[in-house]
Structure formats: C-alpha cells, structure tokens
C-alpha cells in the first residue's frame, strides 16, 4: 500500500509545456486535448509590482474523489495505492465525471469515445520509471513520491517544506497533488482557477447519456473482454519470454 | 545504421544506470526494468541528439517497425540528464509532418511562385555540380556564397571551403551572438561560445539582461536556472517586459529599452565608489582600471535614473547585492545579442561588471571551456581566395567572425556586386527570409542570382526562391558530424544518429555532400566511405569507444571549468594581446572606437508608435517549428503584448485582432492583442516565427504575424556587421 501524490513546485516551473507534450506523446493523448496542461494566471498587481504564476493542471488523485460516485458503471475507481484509475472496459463515455471534477482533469478521448485523465503514468511506475510529467520537466518542478515512505522526496516537500492543497472552504476533498510556491502565487492561482463544486447528474440525463449507451457496450462487451483477455495473455506472455 | 549491440547489452550499458539513479530517488520503488515495451509493443530504445533546436539534448528514440513510437529524455546525457523540453518531446512532429519536403525538385515557374518539377537526386546533383561550376569559370568560386546553419553543416563547410569560396555566413553571429563574443573576447580574450558557460548552479546571484530563459528555453540552462533559485540565489532581470524569468525575480527592472549602457555603467560607479569590486582579482588579471574608474566617475546611478526610468536607489541596491555575492554573479551574457547597433559595446560593459565581480573563471560566475582534441582527415590544401571575403568581415567590420561570417554583409554584396559579384547562393539549415531582417532587400538580392539552392526539410518561405530545392532527412533519419562541446563544465562528445531510415527521398546531410563532391570533382576531401568511418576517426583522440558513444549518445569527460584547475595545456588564462583582462580596450583605441563602453542615446519611437521587440516562446523554435502538428496545438498563432493603460488608450481590448504597421508603413498579417500589465507603455512585444508566408506550410501558413517582416531598418554594428533589429516601430491598426 502507498499514496502516491506529486508536488509541483511552482517557484521552479517556467510553464515550459515539456510536461504536456510528453504526457500527450506517452499516452496518445489526440491533439487539442491534455492530460495535464499548463495554465497562467494572467499579471496582477500594479506596475512595476506585479505577480503571476503558471499553474500545472491535471488529475489531483484526491482523498475523497467527486469522480467515483457519478459513475454509473464502475469505471472510475481508486486503486489500494490512492490512483484514480478509468477502467475502459467499462466507460461509456457518459461525461458525468468528467463535469463532475471541480478540477477538470478529465476529457472525453474523441477517438475512442472513453473518459481518459492522468493515473500518475501507472504503467511507468510499474516499470520503474517516474511519470513522463516528472522525468521531463525542464525546470525539475515535479516530484512523484508515496507519501508514506518518509524517504520519498514528496514526504519531504509536503511535511517539511509545506507544500499545499489546491483547496477552498468551499471544495476540499483532498487532492493528492501539491504545491510549492510563495503565499501570494499560491493565492493568485487559487484566485484564477478555483475548484469548482463537483455537479452531479441531473435526473433527465440519466436515460439519454447512462441507460442507452450501457444497453449497445453490453452487446459488445463479450467481444472487447475477449480482446483485453487475449492482449493481457500476450503481453504477461512475452515479458516472461524477455526476462 | 542499427546498433551493433544486442538489446540486452545496449538496455545494461547505456539505460540501467541511469534510470535508477533518476527514478530510485523519487519513487523510492528501487525496481528498474528495462522499458523496452510501450503498450503491446516492444520497441527499441536508440540514443541520439536533439536538433528541435541547436542546444543538442539527449534524447532515446523509442522505435518499432522502423517507426518512432516517442521520445524520451535520455538519462546518461551529459548536458540534460533525461529532460527535454516540449520541442524535444515533440519531435516527432516534425518527423512525420505531412508538409516535408520529399523530393528533390527543380523550379518550372517564377521565383516565388512555388513552380516546382519532381526530379531525381542524379538528376538533382548533375544540375547543381553543373551550374556551380559554370559560376565558378564565369565569375570565380567565390561568386558562390553559403548560408549554413549548426552543426549539421559540417560537410557543407568543407565542401564550400573545397570549392574555393570563402564567403559563408550563418545567423548564428550577425544576427544573434556575434556582439557577445566579441564584447567578451576583447576583454577577456576569448568568446563564451555555445552553450554559453554560465555557472547558474553555483551563483549566488543571477543577472538577466534581456535573456528571458524559461521563455528561451534551453533545457539544461532552465534545470540549472530553476535549480539555483531553488537554492536561494536571488534575481534580478532587467527587461521592459515582465517576463517568465521576471516574474520569479527578487528585482526586476522594467528599463526604457535601449538603456541598458547607463545602468551597466552606473553599476560599475557604484561598485567602484563603494569598493565593493573584487580588488584582489583585479589587481592580480586586469589592467585598465584606473581609466575605468575615472571614466565612470560621473555616471552616478542618478544620472542613470534620468536616462533608464529606473530608481537611482533601485539601481544602488542591485549593485550592492552584486558586491555582496562576488564572485558566485552569474551574469548571463545573453544570446541574442544584436539589438540597437552599439551591441558589442553593451556586451563589453557586461564583461566589465563581469570582471569587476571576480567571476570569470569563478564558481559561480562564468566558467572556462576545456579543450578537446578533435580527430581530422588529412585532405588536399583547401584553395586560397585571392579576392577575400565579401560580407566585409575582418575588413568593413573589423573584429566580425570569419569563421561564422556576416550574412547581411552577403546580401549587400550580392545586391551590389561589390566588392564582387555574388551569383550563387547555396543554403543549408537557415530560413534567408525569416533568420535575415530586411526581406525586401534579401528578395531583391535573390534576383540577382543565377543559382539557388536550398536544401531543408520543410518547404519554407525560401525554397519557393530556390532553382533547386534539396529534402535533406530530419535529425531523427540522419547522421551529423560529432559535436565536441569544449563549453560545458563537463565537456562533452555527442553525436546524432539515425534512429530510422529517411522518409520519402530525403537525404542525410553527409551523403549530399559527398556525393555532390564527387561530381565536382572534390571527391578526395571527403576521404571516408561511411558515417562510421567519419565518427570513428573524429573521435580518435577522445579515446572514446564509437559503441558506447552510440549506444549512450553521448560521452563526457572531467572539465576545468575555475582558475584554479588550470593547466599549461589549456593555454594562457586570458588571451588578450596584454595576457590581463582589458577593462579598457586597447584594441578599441586602436580601431577608433570607445576603448570604454558609453552610453549613446537611441531613438525614440515617434508619437503613436511604440518600439517592437521581440523573443521566443517555450513551445517553438525560431521560425522552424510552427508546423509541426503537436506543437501548434499548444501555440498555433503568436500575440502581441500591449501594455493596459495604451490599450485603452488605443480602444483595444484583449484577443481582439490587430494589424501593425512600422514607421515604413510596411503591415503585418492580423495578429491577437494580449492586453497586459507586464510591458512598459513604449513597447510591443511578440514571439518571433510565426506569420508564415509559404502555403506549402500548411498548417502555419499566415497564422500570427512576423516580426521580421516588420524589421525594414537595422543599426549596424559598426565593430562588427551584426544587425540591430529593435530599432522599428510599430503602430496598431483595428484588423
């Protein structure tokens, strides 16, 4: 078990996008879409005392995730290590978590008609790699650590360094990724982009955008689980092979 | 050219050690695996280098199927220990962009008109050998010039110098770097080169002037520039924008632009009237100080306010920090460097603060290269130039490079025929039309050439001019000559290697060279069968296995980067003519100019117009990278920064589409007004490259405007040749 969280470091960031681009090329992401993206909050202050900062957006893997029970099929869970994962077998590209996350982390992939968001680059840390935000980052500004291992570099920025929650008195579920920067930057990001309050379905959507689709997936489904059954054999058969 | 090593060897030699000494410490996981699979395929993981932009980071192509899957930072670069940035992590883009240039192609129509007849490469390379040897009996081998760009044009170089000609110029200097390196060189000797060997990592103290890192993104540099104020060094950015590098200031100085000559030298007032310079360093390298001091006497930093609209106590406080941190100043020289014209001077007296502060050859100022033998060929005497040079270098602009040439100076000379005629331009890696201000007078030269070619990956605006247009492979299908990096604290040997084969009929570089030496008959300075070869014997003396620099990308060697590491070998500290550094310039005296650094006013933009300045952003390159798909996603179209209080002055609010005019009533392509605090009330600010004006780019065709387009004037720098562009003017039209 861990809980895995990052801290972006935003005294460091220059808003550089290398993030992005390698977040988009490691995971197909179709373009005009993000997984995670970098946001400026425009200048404020007076001249020539003035302030802005970039804001690193993306999944923030939260305690008490808004996404997980607008789901109405399952899709959207947390795993035993604090991800929020989309299983894809079972998305249908409803959108009800996507409108429900008060950080809009979430998109629908136009491709494949599915929910997709950052899962802290699973399928890396599996390999033993950082996420490709992290490993990229130009300015070295992210971190990605288990919070319960005191020797993780994220234990330290959070416990010792005070890195913060982008949270509100009015939203604050607990997100899992932290920031480190001057008070008044932390501010003026808090201030220009604000978690929005987590919205759930209303009851005239349920039938047009939950019943209909579940009822086609179902026909289908018997083929895809056979698919992900086969491509997993392959896989877990090949590595065997290569190690 | 596959590696030679199995996947196993090459996953033990070259990934292992360095993904765990990444990943161990922020995962804490320990367990590293090989990531040779990316989803349900397994790739193989090839080292090469960059070429998103000249800064040559590591990068592991990631292919299978002879396709590139993804790039990844690679960790065991010296330089960039795994990151890229997102130019880097989008080279794929230009890889697979769908607008490449695929075929040589032969002009049918008018000089741009884009009339093109798909030929093939004998076909291609009879043409040109043909015509330059017709040039070449008509007009004398000098009548061919050549615009190179980096370190691919190795080949060229030699094939030019081969062919007789000496006249070769590259951006590089008269339009980005040329000022520094001879500021720095007449004051301590020698140039900074590239990458420029600033200390960030150590300073105590970071002084940008102008440089916007951060937006001017470097990889390393960035790492080490976040790194240090991470660490606590403190900031002072002088810059009428607030810029990225700004923001995170501990003081930014929002100059009147054009300045920055009074505030250097009110610094060194203030640093000399307080003693707080490094007197024992001083005493002991350099000479001059007594002229200095007395020159200085009277440029108070109130009598700087006056000039720079910056506080005199601002201007005292700044100082005092520099005292206080000396030697660990990091200074950064800048980069491009060619502003108003009296630009050498600027960097000279970037040099004197420099020196003042103890920091050259210091832990935390600016660090000394170490040399590295290079392997050569022996090759046949190249032919000496009776006629000398045409673009004024070493004559009309005395202390310009003739190494790296004045490309302006070539198209005057082409434009002119003076001293004489120019009749063939051969272009290689550079944009003529958008890395050169004054297009006009670049278009007019280009009638007057009998032979144009243009070998490049895209179909930039150039190639609709050229006579033959050449696709040369992308740094990802090619190999280039090893770059030996004497500028790093570490210094270094990286070489490009071609991940996949060339797409469509493009080219490597190298081969087009070669074999358009062989049919003129200069086959025996290219005395090599294949790239192998080539690398082998370029790196001979660096006694560096050509498997592992393959297999890893990259090689480096202890540096000697502080005075004190010196040796004999690495030659006098300060090679000036007087072996001290020369705070007053003999070598200026000499010449006619100020052997001391004055401020001269420039001029004011008139009324209703504001002074157009210019820089990049993170996510482009120049003007080479606006069509690649992934990219243009983040910034499709460039803005330009109005400053709040004109822009209700003007009635514009913010994203409304503008058009600007200059003071020669020359009008850019419709552009976004972004409305901000961040720039002084006399300047508009846009990012360079975009406003593309060739169709055949597809996606960046007439997206955003030019900045170039409106640079109809330049103040040329006198010293040597480099063209001053902020000098236009611009007012703002309602589109």
Known sequence: ?243 | MQSKLSRREFFRRSTAAGAAAAVGEATGTGAVHPPGWRGTTRVEQIATNCEMCFWRCGVLAEVADGKVLKLEGNPDHPLTRGRLCARGNAGTGLLYDPDRLKYPLLRTGQRGEGQFRRITWDEALDFLAAHLNDLKSKYGPESVAFFPHGVASEFFHTLMKAFGTPNSAEPAFAQCRGPREVGYALTFGQGLGSPEPVDLEESKLIILIGSHIGENIFTSQVTAFAEALARGAKLIVVDPRFSTAAAKADWWLPIRPGTDIALLLAWVNVLISEESYDRHYIEKYAQGFTELAAHVREFTPEWAEAITELPARQIRETARAMGEAKPAVALHPGRHTTWYGNDTQRARAMAIVTALLGAWGRKGGIFLPTPLKRGTFSLPPFPESKRGRADGAGTRYPLASEEQGVTNGLVEATLTAKPYPIKGWVVYGQNVLESIPQQQKTLEAIQHLELMVVVDVLPVEQVNYADLVLPEATYLERYDAPAIVESAKSPFVATRFPTVEPLYESKPGWWIAKELAKRLGLGAYFPWETPEEHLARSIQPLAVNPDVLHARGAVAFEGRPYIEQRKTEDGPLFPTQSGKIELSSPLLKQLGADPLPRFTPVEDPPLGYFRLLYGRTPVHSFARSQNNAVLDALMAENEVWVNDVAARDLGLGDQQRVILENQDGVRSLPVRVRVTKGIRRDCAYMVHGFGHQSPQLRRAYHRGASDTHLMTRVQVDPLMGGTGMRVNFVRILVA
Not at chain 1, 61 to 84: E, N, S
Not at chain 1, 101 to 113: E, G, H, K, L, T
Not at chain 1, 197 to 217: A, D, F, N, Y
């Open chain 1, 1 to 243: 078990m861990a809980r895995y969280a990052m801290v972006t470091d935003l005294t460091k960031c220059v808003g550089c996008q290398a993030c992005t681009v390698a977040c988009n090329s490691e995971w197909e992401v179709p373009l005009g879409f993000a997984r995670t993206h970098v946001r400026y909050t425009g200048v404020a202050g007076v001249f020539s005392n003035l302030v802005s900062s970039f804001y690193v957006a993306q999944c923030n893997h939260c305690d008490r995730p808004a996404c997980v029970a607008p789901c109405p099929t399952g899709a959207t869970f947390q795993d035993k290590d604090g991800i929020v994962k989309v299983d894809r077998n079972l998305c249908i590209g409803c959108g009800y978590c996507v409108e429900a996350c008060p950080y809009d982390a979430r998109y629908i992939n136009p491709v494949i008609n599915k929910v997709d968001k950052c899962d802290f680059c699973s399928a890396r840390i599996e390999r033993g790699q950082e996420p490709a935000c992290v490993g990229t980052c130009t300015a070295h500004a992210k971190f990605f650590g288990d919070l319960e291992d005191a020797a993780s570099v994220v234990y330290k920025l959070v416990y010792e360094k005070g890195a913060r929650r982008l949270e509100t008195s009015q939203v604050a579920i607990g997100p899992n990724v932290y920031y480190l920067g001057k008070k008044g930057n932390i501010d003026l990001v808090l201030g220009t982009f604000p978690p929005r309050r987590p919205r759930m379905p209303q009851p005239g959507e349920w039938w047009s955008k939950v019943v209909k689709p579940l009822v086609l997936t179902a026909i289908g489904a018997t083929f895809l689980g056979q698919a992900v059954a086969f491509f997993h054999q392959l896989r877990t058969g090949e590595k065997e092979f290569e190690d």
